[in-house]
């Protein structure tokens, strides 16, 4: 035999072994659960619909014999949203059934409510056939085949639908199975025509006749009729049954008149309502009044009526028009009669199957009430079949069996049953009260004393704590940790955490004496006792010495400097101080930071910055040797120049022993300056030959004594000690100037002065003495007061800032309130891309409206930041353009979703218990679910690796970036870099640093370009630094692997060894590969604590149990898995040290791998129970929806980012799965989704384009 003829013979086999399992009486379908109520129902021969009216046909049964007594009923339906009046209906009956009442045939109905259903019944005794035929005229053997397919079609039902379909696929393959073998040649011979023909004939001739089909007829008056006519078989003959309902067609709806929503809450879980489908919503005009449904019906309870509020005590009056949208609740009774006292009724285990008189039905030792509880079998003693009775089975895996938990009263399905963090075997271990989350009643949870170390046994008044951060390693320089006594409702609330420049930007590595992170300290309330330590790496710093002075230093918010703290003591590496409130600390060594405040930097000028100067210069004999080329003379003609025109003056006066005035203050400089060319020094043999400097001192502050400008200043320049004594005494000159505001710089010349009284004038004004051995020198050193006079209010750029503290800024020797020398190099006469400016950042605002100039009481001088001057701030957006806000609005409002509204609804059910009650049923355990479908989350759809590397990676890139501004302003303040050479490497890293900050996640080629430019820059005028630096940020992102998954030591310990190695051998050095391998762990690190995050969140402040409890559990899993991932990628790594390492870490994926782990050993079988594994999906997908909102909430950057994605992708996934519960499952479903008669889910394609097209425009990069 032929491989063809041998398919041929198969599939005739299976065509024949169908169609007669379909011909000649295929076995009846099991009922649903949820039909028992309708057993019996007369089956729908056809349905027609128009203006809202709804007209059925039906009959006690498709097909009679003569003798019969039939039942045909017909009903009429208002679904429409106002009422329909002048309703009339009547029944047209074959000629072979009689009507045993004629006036049964038809019914005037008059004015019909919205909702409102009528139902009428002919009784009729079938006679001998007539001649009417039914006219689908089908005589004999056709007629005989066609009479099941015409029992079977006409009642509507879903699987009477499924079975016509399998009826037509089959005849479809016996026409085909037909020409195959009638097909099959001879020599010379074809198919037989006749064959063919008979066979059309069968299948294109019979399966019209018993299509049901309704008319609509609107009449050109104000009548409308609308008809409805299907098929009855009579001794095998079908016969046509038909019915019409009249009534007044309707006007159009007026668009003025509000149309309401009219809802039904069932109240009940709906698989166990048996005719669910009656309670669709529907519209309805307002000022319409609703007709009373029919009652649902229920095999577990009763139902007491219809309610208009939650509480069920407002009964619903159907009397009274809708005004608005409108939900109406059904009340139920339950009879709650429990014979064998297994906390399981009996309705519910009549239902169920279990045995009501039997409290332990399959014996396994758990109750019939407890198992359903458990959503295991009653019927069952291994309901998985693993081998594992129910009774022993750890379903919430907290080390205590479902027995063992029932008989303690824990809770079998949550792992922490009083919600403590301490799971219930941990607790029985530990003798603690698991039904107790504080079993001292101290006020303190059991986990949190046995976390401080407290005994949880044991009552206490308060609470000795500790915590600490990470630990000092090699790239941890410094470490911290306080030591506090706390009242029980602060235990929980310490923290100390590492705090970064954006958290704290007081706080920066550039800081002199800067040793290591800052860490802030936070309770709930004040501390009382509190003690805090910093620890150190001694290895690097050593102990203290002479050069060497560790102290702790906190941010005084109020005066946005560092202060440091009093009494603190030193013990080896460690430095210790109490305090009284909590702040954000550091520790810095005093040496140098100290030694950064000691340049002398004077304040800035007062009032407008006018000044007023009196040159006092001595002409005695002397200076013809001392300044022969009268140098004097010309350096003050320079001063002269430099005064601000029509703002500052000056004045001129000489001096032997006797004064004289040879220029009162004027503006005029270039009669100052002829006055100072017009000085001629003394022949030496005069009455006033020799030198007086009191007198010259004295007729300066005379001219001084009635000027008005806020700055005064008198340069003395002289060359010798006073010839006689002083004709006034130079205290009282000091005392003088003193009172006046002048300052008196003092120039010594030669090598004969008073330096001794020079200096002390100088001193007591707040001036300067200046030595000059010859006259050569006077132009430096008048450079120098120019510096500290005129130049304190010169402003070359007028950008407010002074040139004089622009070149100290430049040179790194004027600090920033914490003393830091960020700003080290930068020139603020120029903008960033070296271009003469007052707008360093081009950001709009001048730079001396970014930085202040402040001067403490002490006299010390620093720069204030109010806003950044190296980086602008985003522009404003333009209101016509995107606006990100609105589609984060779309994302996070649960009013726009179905799935949420799905939820509380159940989750208001007050028969809602019985979803897990009757899971079983159905093949679906809640806690599994919800377990599996947070597994499933975080495996499928949580942020992947790849959506965050580029984030870390930038952040890498900024943390080094600004690290290495810190090395480049160090070397300028130390002098061990050439400050034209810095200066364009500070502004190239300023200019990345902008652009990063500003960009999109993505580090473009270009921006890669330009830092590895600026790494060879920085690594030529600082040799060694870059290494450094970007080694530290790559063993940092790699240790967080260890303090992420700390609970997990074994594995730890390993991973600390990897990590150890990273910096110890890395001898080649590259660094963007560097930074991108550190974006890479950063990004397992990330998407590890978003996860880990999330799972706390719901573990916290989920609003279903068995969400929390699986929350809990899995949170437990991760972290245990993801050390285990790393050791295991250590493990095969062989530990090898370097840059190998960790790219070999990050090629390995070890965050999935740790979810991978935890979804193994998570035993999900899905595929059973659909519709209630849906439910429980979408409750569990809008917990993490919620949970991710709290958390976009509370979040910034990266951890925004992905928390926002995370709400997007549930927006979807619930939406999906609301669908899907609300859709039709089984064959049948499937079958009327295959021929469009299904349910509609059109809606949620729109849904979920909305979602993701908002998504897109944010940039987030979901996984579904």
Request: negative net charge; charged residues 25%; aromatic residues 6%.
């Given at each position: 035999?032929?491989?063809?003829?041998?398919?041929?013979?198969?599939?005739?086999?299976?065509?024949?072994?169908?169609?007669?399992?379909?011909?000649?009486?295929?076995?009846?379908?099991?009922?649903?659960?949820?039909?028992?109520?309708?057993?019996?129902?007369?089956?729908?021969?056809?349905?027609?619909?128009?203006?809202?009216?709804?007209?059925?046909?039906?009959?006690?049964?498709?097909?009679?014999?003569?003798?019969?007594?039939?039942?045909?009923?017909?009903?009429?339906?208002?679904?429409?949203?106002?009422?329909?009046?002048?309703?009339?209906?009547?029944?047209?009956?074959?000629?072979?059934?009689?009507?045993?009442?004629?006036?049964?045939?038809?019914?005037?109905?008059?004015?019909?409510?919205?909702?409102?259903?009528?139902?009428?019944?002919?009784?009729?005794?079938?006679?001998?056939?007539?001649?009417?035929?039914?006219?689908?005229?089908?005589?004999?053997?056709?007629?005989?085949?066609?009479?099941?397919?015409?029992?079977?079609?006409?009642?509507?039902?879903?699987?009477?639908?499924?079975?016509?379909?399998?009826?037509?696929?089959?005849?479809?393959?016996?026409?085909?199975?037909?020409?195959?073998?009638?097909?099959?040649?001879?020599?010379?011979?074809?198919?037989?025509?006749?064959?063919?023909?008979?066979?059309v004939a069968l299948v294109a001739g019979t399966l019209p006749s018993f299509e049901p089909t309704a008319k609509a007829?609107?009449?050109?008056?104000?009548?409308?009729?609308?008809?409805?006519?299907?098929?009855?078989?009579?001794?095998?003959?079908?016969?046509?049954?038909?019915?019409?309902?009249?009534?007044?067609?309707?006007?159009?709806?007026?668009?003025?008149?509000?149309?309401?929503?009219?809802?039904?809450?069932?109240?009940?879980?709906?698989?166990?309502?048996?005719?669910?489908?009656?309670?669709?919503?529907?519209?309805?005009?307002?000022?319409?009044?609703?007709?009373?449904?029919?009652?649902?019906?229920?095999?577990?309870?009763?139902?007491?009526?219809?309610?208009?509020?939650?509480?069920?005590?407002?009964?619903?009056?159907?009397?009274?028009?809708?005004?608005?949208?409108?939900?109406?609740?059904?009340?139920?009774?339950?009879?709650?009669?429990?014979?064998?006292?297994?906390?399981?009724?009996?309705?519910?285990?009549?239902?169920?199957?279990?045995?009501?008189?039997?409290?332990?039905?399959?014996?396994?030792?758990?109750?019939?009430?407890?198992?359903?509880?458990?959503?295991?079998?009653?019927?069952?003693?291994?309901?998985?079949?693993?081998?594992?009775?129910?009774?022993?089975?750890?379903?919430?895996?907290?080390?205590?069996?479902?027995?063992?938990?029932?008989?303690?009263?824990?809770?079998?399905?949550?792992?922490?049953?009083?919600?403590?963090?301490?799971?219930?075997?941990?607790?029985?271990?530990?003798?603690?009260?698991?039904?107790?989350?504080?079993?001292?009643?101290?006020?303190?949870?059991?986990?949190?004393?046995?976390?401080?170390?407290?005994?949880?046994?044991?009552?206490?008044?308060?609470?000795?704590?500790?915590?600490?951060?990470?630990?000092?390693?090699?790239?941890?320089?410094?470490?911290?940790?306080?030591?506090?006594?706390?009242?029980?409702?602060?235990?929980?609330?310490?923290?100390?955490?590492?705090?970064?420049?954006?958290?704290?930007?007081?706080?920066?590595?550039?800081?002199?004496?800067?040793?290591?992170?800052?860490?802030?300290?936070?309770?709930?309330?004040?501390?009382?006792?509190?003690?805090?330590?910093?620890?150190?790496?001694?290895?690097?710093?050593?102990?203290?010495?002479?050069?060497?002075?560790?102290?702790?230093?906190?941010?005084?918010?109020?005066?946005?400097?560092?202060?440091?703290?009093?009494?603190?003591?030193?013990?080896?590496?460690?430095?210790?101080?109490?305090?009284?409130?909590?702040?954000?600390?550091?520790?810095?060594?005093?040496?140098?930071?100290?030694?950064?405040?000691?340049?002398?930097?004077?304040?800035?000028?007062?009032?407008?910055?006018?000044?007023?100067?009196?040159?006092?210069?001595?002409?005695?004999?002397?200076?013809?040797?001392?300044?022969?080329?009268?140098?004097?003379?010309?350096?003050?003609?320079?001063?002269?120049?430099?005064?601000?025109?029509?703002?500052?003056?000056?004045?001129?006066?000489?001096?032997?022993?006797?004064?004289?005035?040879?220029?009162?203050?004027?503006?005029?400089?270039?009669?100052?300056?002829?006055?100072?060319?017009?000085?001629?020094?003394?022949?030496?043999?005069?009455?006033?030959?020799?030198?007086?400097?009191?007198?010259?001192?004295?007729?300066?502050?005379?001219?001084?004594?009635?000027?008005?400008?806020?700055?005064?200043?008198?340069?003395?320049?002289?060359?010798?000690?006073?010839?006689?004594?002083?004709?006034?005494?130079?205290?009282?000159?000091?005392?003088?100037?003193?009172?006046?505001?002048?300052?008196?710089?003092?120039?010594?010349?030669?090598?004969?002065?008073?330096?001794?009284?020079?200096?002390?004038?100088?001193?007591?004004?707040?001036?300067?003495?200046?030595?000059?051995?010859?006259?050569?020198?006077?132009?430096?050193?008048?450079?120098?007061?120019?510096?500290?006079?005129?130049?304190?209010?010169?402003?070359?750029?007028?950008?407010?800032?002074?040139?004089?503290?622009?070149?100290?800024?430049?040179?790194?020797?004027?600090?920033?309130?914490?003393?830091?020398?960020?700003?080290?190099?930068?020139?603020?006469?120029?903008?960033?891309?070296?271009?003469?400016?007052?707008?360093?950042?081009?950001?709009?605002?001048?730079?001396?409206?970014?930085?202040?100039?402040?001067?403490?009481?002490?006299?010390?001088?620093?720069?204030?930041?109010?806003?950044?001057?190296?980086?602008?701030?985003?522009?404003?957006?333009?209101?016509?353009?995107?606006?990100?806000?609105?589609?984060?609005?779309?994302?996070?409002?649960?009013?726009?979703?179905?799935?949420?509204?799905?939820?509380?609804?159940?989750?208001?059910?007050?028969?809602?218990?019985?979803?897990?009650?009757?899971?079983?049923?159905?093949?679906?355990?809640?806690?599994?679910?919800?377990?599996?479908?947070?597994?499933?989350?975080?495996?499928?759809?949580?942020?992947?690796?790849?959506?965050?590397?580029?984030?870390?990676?930038?952040?890498?890139?900024?943390?080094?970036?600004?690290?290495?501004?810190?090395?480049?302003?160090?070397?300028?303040?130390?002098?061990?870099?050439?400050?034209?050479?810095?200066?364009?490497?500070?502004?190239?890293?300023?200019?990345?640093?902008?652009?990063?900050?500003?960009?999109?996640?993505?580090?473009?080629?270009?921006?890669r370009e330009r830092f590895e430019t600026v790494v060879t820059t920085v690594e030529e005028i600082c040799p060694g630094?870059?290494?450094?630096?970007?080694?530290?940020?790559?063993?940092?992102?790699?240790?967080?692997?260890?303090?992420?998954?700390?609970?997990?030591?074994?594995?730890?310990?390993?991973?600390?060894?990897?990590?150890?190695?990273?910096?110890?051998?890395?001898?080649?050095?590259?660094?963007?590969?560097?930074?991108?391998?550190?974006?890479?762990?950063?990004?397992?690190?990330?998407?590890?604590?978003?996860?880990?995050?999330?799972?706390?969140?719901?573990?916290?402040?989920?609003?279903?149990?068995?969400?929390?409890?699986?929350?809990?559990?899995?949170?437990?899993?991760?972290?245990?898995?993801?050390?285990?991932?790393?050791?295991?990628?250590?493990?095969?790594?062989?530990?090898?040290?370097?840059?190998?390492?960790?790219?070999?870490?990050?090629?390995?994926?070890?965050?999935?791998?740790?979810?991978?782990?935890?979804?193994?050993?998570?035993?999900?079988?899905?595929?059973?129970?659909?519709?209630?594994?849906?439910?429980?999906?979408?409750?569990?997908?809008?917990e993490i929806t919620s949970s991710a909102r709290r958390l976009h909430a509370r979040s910034q950057g990266l951890e925004?980012?992905?928390?926002?994605?995370?709400?997007?992708?549930?927006?979807?996934?619930?939406?999906?799965?609301?669908?899907?519960?609300?859709?039709?499952?089984?064959?049948?479903?499937?079958?009327?989704?295959?021929?469009?008669?299904?349910?509609?889910?059109?809606?949620?394609?729109?849904?979920?384009?909305?979602?993701?097209?908002?998504?897109?425009?944010?940039?987030?990069?979901?996984?579904?």
């Amino acid at each position: 035999m032929s491989l063809s003829s041998m398919r041929a013979k198969a599939a005739l086999f299976v065509a024949s072994f169908a169609l007669a399992a379909l011909f000649l009486g295929a076995p009846a379908r099991p009922a649903l659960a949820d039909e028992a109520a309708a057993a019996g129902d007369a089956p729908v021969l056809a349905e027609g619909s128009q203006d809202g009216l709804v007209l059925s046909v039906t009959a006690d049964k498709g097909s009679y014999a003569v003798g019969d007594a039939a039942v045909i009923g017909f009903s009429v339906e208002n679904d429409g949203p106002r009422a329909a009046s002048n309703v009339s209906v009547s029944l047209n009956l074959p000629d072979s059934m009689k009507a045993e009442d004629p006036g049964s045939l038809s019914a005037s109905i008059g004015t019909m409510a919205v909702g409102e259903r009528r139902t009428f019944e002919v009784r009729a005794s079938v006679e001998a056939l007539g001649s009417q035929g039914g006219g689908t005229g089908a005589d004999g053997p056709v007629g005989s085949i066609l009479e099941p397919l015409g029992r079977l079609l006409p009642t509507g039902d879903p699987f009477a639908l499924l079975m016509a379909g399998a009826a037509f696929f089959a005849l479809a393959a016996f026409v085909v199975l037909a020409f195959v073998f009638t097909g099959k040649r001879r020599a010379g011979r074809g198919r037989s025509p006749l064959t063919v023909l008979l066979v059309v004939a069968l299948v294109a001739g019979t399966l019209p006749s018993f299509e049901p089909t309704a008319k609509a007829h609107a009449d050109e008056a104000s009548g409308a009729s609308l008809s409805a006519q299907a098929s009855v078989f009579v001794d095998g003959t079908p016969q046509n049954v038909g019915a019409v309902v009249s009534y007044d067609a309707p006007p159009p709806l007026d668009p003025a008149v509000p149309v309401h929503s009219v809802g039904y809450m069932l109240g009940i879980s709906d698989v166990l309502v048996s005719n669910r489908d009656a309670f669709e919503p529907r519209d309805i005009v307002e000022g319409e009044r609703l007709a009373r449904p029919e009652d649902p019906v229920s095999p577990v309870a009763d139902f007491a009526g219809w309610y208009a509020d939650m509480a069920l005590t407002q009964p619903f009056d159907f009397d009274a028009p809708i005004v608005k949208d409108t939900v109406l609740v059904a009340k139920w009774v339950m009879d709650e009669t429990d014979s064998d006292n297994d906390g399981l009724p009996d309705g519910q285990e009549e239902f169920v199957g279990s045995d009501p008189h039997s409290p332990d039905t399959d014996g396994d030792g758990l109750t019939d009430g407890c198992e359903v509880e458990l959503g295991t079998s009653p019927l069952v003693p291994d309901t998985d079949g693993d081998g594992v009775s129910d009774y022993d089975e750890d379903y919430d895996m907290d080390g205590l069996s479902n027995g063992r938990e029932i008989e303690l009263g824990t809770d079998p399905l949550n792992p922490d049953t009083d919600g403590d963090d301490l799971s219930d075997g941990r607790e029985m271990e530990l003798g603690t009260d698991p039904l107790n989350p504080d079993t001292d009643g101290d006020g303190v949870d059991d986990a949190s004393e046995v976390l401080i170390g407290t005994d949880p046994l044991v009552p206490a008044e308060s609470f000795p704590s500790m915590v600490s951060s990470e630990p000092v390693t090699e790239d941890n320089l410094v470490a911290a940790s306080v030591k506090v006594e706390l009242d029980a409702p602060q235990v929980g609330t310490l923290e100390v955490a590492r705090a970064s420049a954006t958290d704290e930007p007081l706080v920066d590595s550039s800081i002199p004496g800067y040793m290591g992170a800052a860490y802030s300290f936070t309770v709930n309330g004040e501390p009382r006792d509190a003690v805090i330590t910093f620890s150190y790496n001694q290895d690097v710093f050593g102990l203290p010495n002479d050069g060497f002075s560790p102290s702790i230093y906190y941010v005084n918010h109020e005066t946005g400097t560092l202060d440091k703290l009093e009494n603190q003591t030193r013990e080896g590496n460690t430095v210790s101080a109490p305090v009284t409130h909590f702040s954000t600390y550091v520790l810095i060594n005093d040496v140098p930071f100290g030694k950064a405040w000691e340049a002398d930097i004077l304040p800035p000028m007062q009032g407008n910055g006018a000044i007023d100067m009196v040159f006092a210069i001595d002409r005695s004999k002397s200076m013809n040797y001392n300044d022969a080329a009268d140098l004097r003379k010309l350096v003050s003609k320079q001063f002269v120049d430099k005064l601000k025109e029509g703002v500052d003056r000056a004045g001129v006066v000489t001096f032997t022993r006797k004064a004289q005035v040879d220029s009162d203050l004027s503006f005029d400089k270039e009669a100052l300056k002829a006055a100072v060319d017009g000085i001629v020094n003394d022949s030496g043999y005069g009455a006033y030959s020799g030198t007086d400097g009191s007198a010259g001192i004295s007729a300066a502050l005379e001219m001084l004594a009635e000027s008005d400008a806020p700055n005064k200043f008198v340069l003395f320049l002289t060359d010798g000690e006073d010839s006689s004594p002083p004709s006034i005494p130079y205290a009282d000159i000091e005392a003088t100037a003193q009172a006046q505001g002048v300052a008196v710089y003092t120039v010594g010349l030669g090598s004969d002065p008073d330096k001794e009284l020079l200096m002390q004038i100088a001193e007591a004004t707040g001036g300067k003495y200046y030595e000059a051995k010859a006259g050569l020198d006077l132009d430096e050193i008048f450079d120098e007061i120019e510096g500290e006079t005129i130049d304190l209010t010169l402003d070359s750029n007028a950008d407010g800032i002074p040139d004089y503290y622009n070149e100290r800024i430049k040179a790194g020797t004027m600090l920033l309130s914490n003393g830091s020398r960020r700003l080290a190099g930068i020139d603020f006469n120029l903008d960033k891309d070296g271009n003469p400016s007052d707008d360093y950042d081009h950001d709009g605002v001048k730079n001396g409206d970014e930085l202040r100039i402040v001067t403490t009481p002490a006299g010390g001088v620093y720069l204030a930041m109010d806003s950044d001057p190296l980086t602008a701030p985003p522009e404003p957006s333009d209101p016509s353009e995107y606006d990100p806000s609105r589609d984060t609005e779309t994302l996070l409002n649960d009013a726009l979703y179905c799935y949420p509204a799905a939820v509380a609804e159940k989750r208001d059910d007050f028969l809602g218990a019985l979803d897990a009650a009757l899971g079983f049923v159905f093949g679906a355990n809640k806690d599994t679910v919800t377990r599996g479908m947070l597994v499933d989350y975080m495996s499928d759809y949580a942020a992947s690796t790849k959506a965050a590397e580029a984030a870390c990676e930038r952040d890498a890139m900024i943390d080094v970036l600004e690290q290495m501004r810190a090395a480049i302003s160090t070397a300028i303040a130390d002098g061990t870099a050439a400050l034209d050479n810095a200066n364009g490497v500070v502004n190239d890293i300023n200019s990345l640093l902008d652009r990063l900050l500003k960009s999109a996640p993505d580090v473009s080629l270009e921006i890669r370009e330009r830092f590895e430019t600026v790494v060879t820059t920085v690594e030529e005028i600082c040799p060694g630094r870059v290494y450094t630096v970007t080694t530290r940020a790559l063993s940092v992102e790699a240790r967080r692997v260890v303090n992420l998954t700390a609970a997990a030591q074994g594995a730890a310990d390993e991973i600390d060894r990897l990590t150890n190695n990273v910096t110890a051998t890395m001898t080649a050095f590259d660094a963007l590969s560097s930074i991108t391998t550190c974006g890479k762990v950063g990004a397992n690190n990330a998407v590890f604590s978003a996860n880990a995050e999330m799972l706390a969140d719901l573990k916290e402040n989920g609003s279903d149990d068995n969400v929390r409890g699986a929350a809990g559990t899995v949170l437990d899993m991760l972290a245990g898995n993801y050390a285990s991932a790393m050791w295991s990628i250590a493990g095969e790594a062989g530990l090898a040290a370097g840059m190998a390492v960790l790219e070999f870490f990050v090629s390995k994926n070890p965050v999935g791998l740790a979810v991978v782990s935890v979804r193994d050993a998570v035993d999900v079988v899905f595929g059973l129970g659909e519709h209630y594994e849906q439910g429980f999906q979408m409750l569990c997908i809008d917990e993490i929806t919620s949970s991710a909102r709290r958390l976009h909430a509370r979040s910034q950057g990266l951890e925004r980012t992905l928390s926002l994605t995370d709400v997007a992708q549930t927006r979807i996934l619930g939406e999906r799965a609301c669908a899907g519960y609300e859709s039709v499952h089984g064959i049948a479903g499937a079958f009327l989704e295959l021929i469009g008669q299904g349910y509609d889910d059109s809606w949620l394609e729109g849904r979920e384009s909305m979602v993701r097209a908002a998504a897109g425009r944010l940039g987030l990069d979901m996984a579904c």
